[in-house]
């Protein structure tokens, strides 16, 4: 079943049947306020941290679901029937309710139809200030004159949320609301102290106001039949401590055809100043217009810097929109707030963040450097990482540092893939040089700080050589401890050797490319010696010796991770590459994209770790984790196999999805963590948790990397696709180093792999290669396959 469609023109995912199996939501917002909205007006919002600056309150995992939110509601004074602009929370019959939700880049927008009134009501942030607008267009369009009522409604949440959500004889004593001018105060004393403040202006002259939850709901009741709705008027309530909430009435006369405008504000600051402030300048609609143009500036010069054009329609529209939108969410709140994640988890995950940048740094390289500053200061001097890091209360010293049963095996390496990333895509090697500090102690240039990174895993190796698997590696629930051993994570520091060692032959460290390079040899050795299973790679070894994920393992045979990044990482030879690649192919590959790990675990293996927890098919036990599905369409694009990379690429994007959403269920214009795997018993094709999730950095880089082959090197531009055979070509726009390149690929022959020619500017150059010095300011790029 479809219940909403891609309009690629206006870049809008539009929800005709609102009636979703999930929340499907938007973000709203850039780096300090952020905003979450679902299709239903539902969500919550917070400044600069979702864990200590939560404005707007969220009901997870709640009945009814999709509480509460945004909402506006419109009352017809003659009978005293009413609706809300979004079909929830009222939820009017649909087949008298018209309604159909638009979610932009950076605004949602709800159309809806009821007796003869239309109304249009778009939610944004600005770019620069830390508020939202709610816009509410509404049209009679009946042939009699309406009496209509507006009512909005916000639950403010008690800013920590932690307080909010559990500490209830503590926060519900806290609040000082109050009312002036059409402005309602949201005050708050927090101990230890601090008193933040927010606001709702109305433009319109407010007739009637609650600010107490309880006055405007009513008892037994809920945000669908609100009380002072029912009863055509606030109650002037003013709530010292208890259930804050924001709702303004206005009332407005309507002739048959006649439109009228009302802005609610919404946002940071005292409501006598800044919120009286904000409502005169926005009392000027075109005021409004001028930052919503702002918005639309915004995304679109984010989006620029890539583009293409090929024969799938659901790649273009993933690639040109959705996919790097969420790439810019991903980079601005890691795994922080969304529908799943309550906002706990708050600042920063270290390897998280580190990837988000990859698919961002071709567009915002200059914010990159800031993050990728931000993350070096989660390093330890003795190499490792904080696997999690707030800068906007980041302090050096020792209290950082964990015991070493809490050290990630792989968040340092990850400096290894960022770091060389924004090198290569600015050129800007003097960042090298720059120092930064330690989490515990003392500071080190940015070189020094990758260096100690390899330097840490190089102490932390295990009985075959192989990188221990410390309280975990990229997969969270293998908690090889003790002497257990990651395979996956060798794989990646062998990546970050081969990184490194560039790094340091270009900055004259011959003694360091001696060094690391040794390093290298010894640990492929282990690689060939220990890692190999005849068929396909191993996961590693648990403490007692065993192996995992190999053919003569308990319970689980074969893991994606393994095979995917024996190919990336350059470890593997080409012969067990393309082995391991097509046994993957054979026993974890299905049509909704490839199980994590084959067959799923049954039975508890405290060796193993949490994933023998899950049921089979579900999270890291047998479900088709996305992120981890990106680096097979990778090493396959390295291979040069492009009806596999597209086959693997295309079995789990959410563009394909959009007719099957009842067994999808999340939104098919943004990528979720994980979809439900074969072996489970009944919901196999299910997607959870959307939005922020690493698929979203690596979907980006697959398909515009791997399979279109743009990628920046440090002397130039590398054209190298891996495509369809059936695809006759695709063009392309890419923007390196303030040059823009105009890409023509042509496939005469039908063939995946393989550049025959190269003509830039007229020019034909040998190879895939475009050096610096053969670039204008504007380059037309012919590629002939064959």
Same mark, same amino acid.
């Given at each position: 079943?479809?219940?909403? /469609?891609?309009?690629?023109?206006?870049?809008?995912?539009?929800? $005709?049947?609102? &009636?979703?199996?999930?929340?499907?939501?938007?973000?709203?917002?850039?780096?300090?306020?952020?905003?979450?909205?679902?299709?239903?007006?539902?969500?919550?919002?917070?400044?600069?941290?979702?864990?200590?600056?939560?404005?707007?309150?969220?009901?997870?995992?709640?009945?009814? +679901?999709?509480?509460? *939110?945004?909402?506006?509601?419109?009352?017809?004074?003659? @009978? *005293?029937?009413?609706?809300?602009?979004?079909?929830?929370?009222?939820?009017?019959?649909?087949?008298?309710?018209?309604?159909?939700?638009?979610?932009?880049? *950076?605004?949602?927008?709800?159309?809806?139809?009821?007796?003869?009134?239309?109304?249009?009501?778009?939610?944004?942030?600005?770019?620069?200030?830390?508020?939202?607008?709610? $816009?509410?267009?509404?049209?009679? =369009?009946?042939?009699?004159?309406?009496?209509?009522?507006?009512?909005?409604?916000?639950?403010?949440?008690?800013?920590?949320?932690?307080? #909010?959500?559990?500490?209830?004889?503590?926060?519900?004593?806290?609040?000082?609301? @109050?009312?002036?001018?059409?402005?309602? #105060?949201? =005050?708050?004393?927090?101990?230890?102290?601090?008193?933040?403040?927010?606001?709702?202006?109305?433009?319109?002259?407010?007739?009637?106001?609650?600010?107490?939850?309880?006055?405007?709901?009513?008892?037994?009741?809920?945000?669908?039949?609100?009380?002072?709705?029912? %009863?055509?008027?606030?109650?002037?309530?003013?709530?010292?401590?208890?259930?804050?909430?924001?709702?303004?009435?206005?009332?407005?006369?309507?002739?048959?055809?006649?439109?009228?405008?009302?802005?609610?504000?919404?946002?940071?600051?005292?409501?006598?100043?800044?919120?009286?402030?904000?409502?005169?300048?926005?009392?000027?609609?075109?005021?409004?217009?001028?930052?919503? =143009?702002?918005?639309?500036?915004?995304?679109?010069?984010?989006?620029?810097?890539?583009?293409?054009?090929?024969?799938?329609?659901?790649?273009?529209?993933?690639?040109?929109?959705?996919?790097?939108?969420?790439?810019?969410?991903?980079?601005?709140?890691?795994?922080?707030?969304?529908?799943?994640?309550?906002?706990?988890?708050?600042?920063?995950?270290?390897?998280?963040?580190?990837?988000?940048?990859?698919?961002?740094?071709?567009?915002?390289?200059?914010?990159?450097?800031?993050?990728?500053?931000?993350?070096?200061?989660?390093?330890?001097?003795?190499?490792?990482?904080?696997?999690?890091?707030?800068?906007?209360?980041?302090?050096?010293?020792?209290?950082?540092?964990?015991?070493?049963?809490?050290?990630?095996?792989?968040?340092?390496?990850?400096?290894?893939?960022?770091?060389?990333? /924004?090198?290569?895509?600015?050129?800007?090697?003097?960042?090298? #040089?720059?120092?930064?500090?330690?989490?515990?102690?003392?500071?080190?240039?940015?070189? @020094?700080?990758?260096?100690?990174?390899?330097?840490?895993?190089?102490?932390?190796?295990?009985?075959?050589?192989?990188?221990?698997?410390?309280?975990?590696?990229?997969? #969270?629930?293998?908690?090889? %401890?003790?002497?257990? $051993?990651?395979?996956?994570?060798?794989?990646?520091?062998?990546?970050?050797?081969?990184?490194?060692?560039?790094?340091?032959?270009?900055?004259?460290?011959?003694?360091?490319?001696?060094?690391?390079?040794?390093?290298?040899?010894?640990?492929?050795?282990?690689?060939?010696?220990?890692?190999?299973?005849g068929k396909w790679f191993l996961r590693g070894y648990i403490d007692s010796g065993k192996k995992l994920g190999g053919q003569e393992s308990e319970q689980?045979?074969i893991f994606i991770n393994s095979q995917t990044w024996a190919v990336i990482s350059g470890a593997a030879d080409r012969e067990k590459a393309l082995k391991?690649?097509?046994?993957?192919?054979?026993?974890?590959?299905?049509?909704?994209?490839?199980?994590? &790990?084959?067959?799923?675990?049954?039975?508890?293996?405290?060796?193993?770790?949490?994933?023998?927890?899950?049921?089979?098919?579900?999270?890291?036990?047998?479900?088709?984790?996305?992120?981890?599905? =990106?680096?097979?369409?990778?090493?396959?694009?390295?291979?040069?196999?492009?009806?596999?990379?597209?086959?693997?690429?295309?079995?789990?994007?959410?563009?394909?999805?959009?007719?099957?959403?009842?067994?999808?269920?999340?939104?098919?214009?943004?990528?979720?963590?994980?979809?439900?795997?074969?072996?489970?018993?009944?919901?196999?094709?299910?997607?959870?948790?959307?939005?922020?999730?690493?698929?979203?950095?690596?979907?980006?880089?697959?398909?515009?990397?791997?399979?279109?082959?743009?990628?920046?090197?440090?002397?130039?531009?590398?054209?190298?696709?891996?495509?369809?055979?059936?695809?006759?070509?695709?063009?392309?726009?890419?923007?390196?180093? *303030?040059?823009?390149?105009?890409?023509?690929?042509?496939?005469?022959?039908?063939?995946?792999?393989?550049?025959?020619?190269?003509?830039?500017?007229?020019?034909?150059?040998?190879? &895939?290669?475009?050096?610096?010095?053969? +670039?204008?300011?504007?380059?037309?790029v012919e590629v002939l396959l064959g």
């Open positions: 079943m479809r219940y909403g /469609y891609f309009d690629d023109k206006n870049r809008e995912y539009v929800i $005709e049947n609102p &009636n979703t199996p999930m929340s499907w939501v938007n973000y709203l917002g850039t780096a300090e306020y952020c905003g979450i909205i679902s299709n239903n007006a539902s969500g919550y919002a917070f400044y600069k941290s979702p864990k200590s600056g939560r404005l707007m309150r969220f009901r997870f995992n709640s009945i009814p +679901m999709d509480r509460p *939110g945004r909402y506006v509601y419109i009352r017809d004074n003659a @009978d *005293g029937d009413y609706w809300s602009a979004s079909w929830q929370p009222v939820g009017k019959p649909l087949d008298s309710f018209k309604t159909r939700c638009c979610h932009g880049l *950076g605004y949602t927008r709800f159309e809806s139809e009821y007796r003869g009134i239309k109304s249009s009501y778009r939610v944004f942030v600005p770019i620069d200030k830390p508020l939202e607008f709610w $816009e509410l267009e509404i049209e009679n =369009t009946s042939d009699k004159e309406r009496e209509l009522s507006l009512f909005t409604y916000v639950e403010w949440a008690f800013w920590d949320m932690n307080q #909010d959500l559990t500490n209830f004889q503590y926060i519900l004593y806290t609040c000082r609301m @109050d009312y002036q001018d059409d402005i309602i #105060d949201y =005050t708050l004393r927090l101990w230890p102290f601090r008193e933040p403040k927010a606001f709702m202006a109305s433009v319109l002259p407010v007739e009637s106001f609650d600010t107490d939850r309880e006055y405007f709901i009513g008892r037994y009741r809920h945000e669908g039949n609100p009380i002072a709705v029912e %009863k055509g008027k606030c109650s002037n309530s003013i709530a010292v401590g208890g259930s804050p909430c924001g709702s303004v009435q206005n009332r407005i006369s309507l002739k048959p055809g006649e439109k009228k405008y009302a802005l609610y504000i919404v946002g940071i600051g005292d409501a006598k100043s800044v919120g009286a402030e904000y409502k005169r300048i926005y009392s000027d609609r075109s005021r409004v217009d001028e930052e919503f =143009t702002k918005v639309q500036a915004y995304w679109n010069d984010r989006l620029g810097s890539y583009t293409c054009n090929t024969p799938s329609e659901e790649l273009n529209r993933m690639v040109n929109i959705w996919n790097q939108y969420q790439c810019h969410t991903t980079f601005n709140w890691s795994r922080s707030a969304s529908f799943n994640e309550a906002g706990g988890r708050d600042g920063l995950g270290y390897r998280d963040t580190n990837q988000d940048t990859l698919g961002v740094v071709h567009a915002i390289p200059e914010l990159v450097k800031n993050k990728l500053t931000d993350l070096l200061k989660g390093q330890f001097s003795f190499g490792a990482a904080m696997h999690q890091i707030q800068p906007l209360t980041w302090t050096q010293g020792d209290h950082n540092v964990p015991p070493e049963s809490r050290i990630y095996s792989d968040d340092h390496l990850w400096l290894l893939i960022s770091i060389p990333a /924004y090198l290569k895509e600015t050129g800007d090697m003097s960042f090298l #040089d720059e120092l930064v500090q330690y989490a515990d102690r003392g500071e080190a240039s940015v070189y @020094d700080h990758l260096k100690q990174a390899l330097e840490f895993s190089w102490g932390k190796r295990g009985p075959h050589g192989l990188l221990l698997g410390m309280a975990a590696d990229w997969n #969270d629930c293998l908690n090889l %401890k003790g002497k257990g $051993e990651s395979i996956w994570s060798t794989f990646l520091f062998f990546r970050g050797l081969n990184e490194f060692i560039e790094i340091a032959r270009r900055v004259g460290r011959e003694a360091d490319v001696k060094r690391f390079t040794a390093y290298r040899d010894e640990i492929r050795e282990s690689i060939d010696k220990y890692a190999w299973d689980c045979k391991a690649m097509d046994s993957l192919k054979e026993y974890l590959a299905t049509e909704h994209g490839i199980v994590k &790990n084959y067959p799923a675990y049954r039975e508890h293996i405290a060796e193993v770790g949490a994933i023998t927890t899950f049921p089979a098919g579900l999270k890291e036990n047998g479900g088709i984790f996305c992120h981890a599905n =990106t680096w097979a369409v990778v090493a396959e694009g390295m291979l040069g196999r492009g009806d596999r990379a597209f086959e693997f690429y295309r079995a789990f994007l959410p563009a394909a999805k959009n007719d099957m959403a009842d067994v999808y269920t999340m939104e098919p214009y943004v990528y979720s963590q994980f979809i439900t795997g074969k072996e489970h018993p009944y919901h196999f094709g299910r997607a959870r948790n959307s939005w922020l999730t690493g698929t979203a950095t690596w979907s980006f880089v697959a398909a515009s990397q791997y399979m279109l082959g743009i990628r920046a090197e440090y002397d130039g531009l590398v054209v190298d696709p891996t495509i369809p055979h059936d695809w006759d070509g695709f063009t392309a726009t890419r923007v390196y180093r *303030g040059k823009r390149f105009e890409i023509s690929v042509s496939n005469p022959s039908r063939v995946c792999h393989g550049v025959k020619k190269l003509v830039v500017n007229g020019e034909e150059l040998k190879g &895939n290669f475009i050096p610096f010095d053969r +670039m204008k300011a504007v380059n037309k």
